[in-house]
């Protein structure tokens, strides 16, 4: 068997580990006390409302994420990073005191919370962003390099992880549609000059470290607007009963 055959198959195993791990835990949280923490904090934390929006749509002049119907197992994940350390907050500087000051069962019920927190998005306003002198791309040029990537440079398409218009893909692969357009450029250019560095398998900084500054850009004008229902059909994946692991 070729190495590049081997290292896809270790990398499949990996990923679907990790996903039957995040399974398995998706229902320690506890959204009620997550909810609490989010609006009045908890000791010294502050209240993450307080960054992160009133219904935790995100804030675009402050680079934070949307986090309210994020993906439960990625939440969790970030929330251990930094407070280990292997994510290193260099945006706002206080996430990782944030999170050390949170019990490991505080932070699966922020992630509980955010999971099951679902909100009409507040869309980033690409022209306001412009005019305020932030380099906004092209959203058309993103809509193919989501869909199909960018072959020449060996950029994947980001739905083949992140599924169509990058809706989130449980309990791996995080939403990155109608995500804040400025979370999306500054967490890209983390990823390509390596300041951010928690991704599994290096699979983003692989992806990152081959895309030019108007990609990114364009990528996530493009993301920053993307609606997560695929043409002719009004539900989301997890909504269809029919599915393997869809709810009851």
Same mark, same amino acid.
């Given at each position: ?23 398995? %835990?998706?229902?320690?949280?506890? #959204? ?32 934070? #994420? ?18 280990? %350390? ?48 932030? #380099? ?11 869909? *199909? ?14 599924? *169509? ?7 791996? *692969? ?40 108007? %990609? ?20 989301? #994946?997890?909504?269809?009963? *029919? ?6």
């Amino acid at each position: 068997m070729q190495l590049k055959n081997i290292v896809k198959l270790l990398a499949v195993a990996s990923l679907t580990a990790f996903s039957a791990s995040a399974l398995a %835990d998706a229902k320690l949280g506890n #959204p009620a006390n997550g909810k609490k923490i989010f609006e009045n904090g908890k000791g010294s934390v502050p209240a993450c409302s307080s960054c992160h929006g009133d219904k935790g749509q995100g804030n675009d002049m402050m680079k934070t #994420p949307r986090l309210s119907g994020q993906v439960q197992a990625f939440i969790r994940k970030q929330l251990e990073d930094f407070a280990t %350390d292997k994510r290193t907050d260099t945006t706002m500087f206080t996430m990782n005191t944030v999170a050390k000051g949170l019990s490991p069962q505080d932070r699966a019920d922020m992630a509980a919370f955010f999971s099951t927190n679902e909100i009409e998005p507040e869309i980033s306003n690409l022209k306001e962003l412009a005019d305020a002198g932030t #380099p906004v791309g092209r959203a058309y040029v993103g809509k193919g390099i989501v869909s *199909y990537g960018i072959p020449k440079k060996g950029v994947p398409a980001c739905r083949s992880c992140h599924d *169509y218009n990058g809706r989130g893909a449980a309990n791996v *692969y995080p939403m990155i549609g109608q995500q804040k357009y400025t979370y999306l450029v500054n967490q890209l250019n983390k990823w390509r000059d390596g300041s951010r560095a928690n991704d599994p398998l290096a699979q983003m900084r692989k992806v990152a470290q081959n895309m030019s500054d108007q %990609d990114i850009q364009d990528v996530a004008a493009f993301l920053a607007k993307a609606s997560p229902y695929s043409p002719g059909n009004e539900g989301l #994946p997890h909504e269809h009963h *029919y599915i393997v692991g869809s709810a009851d």
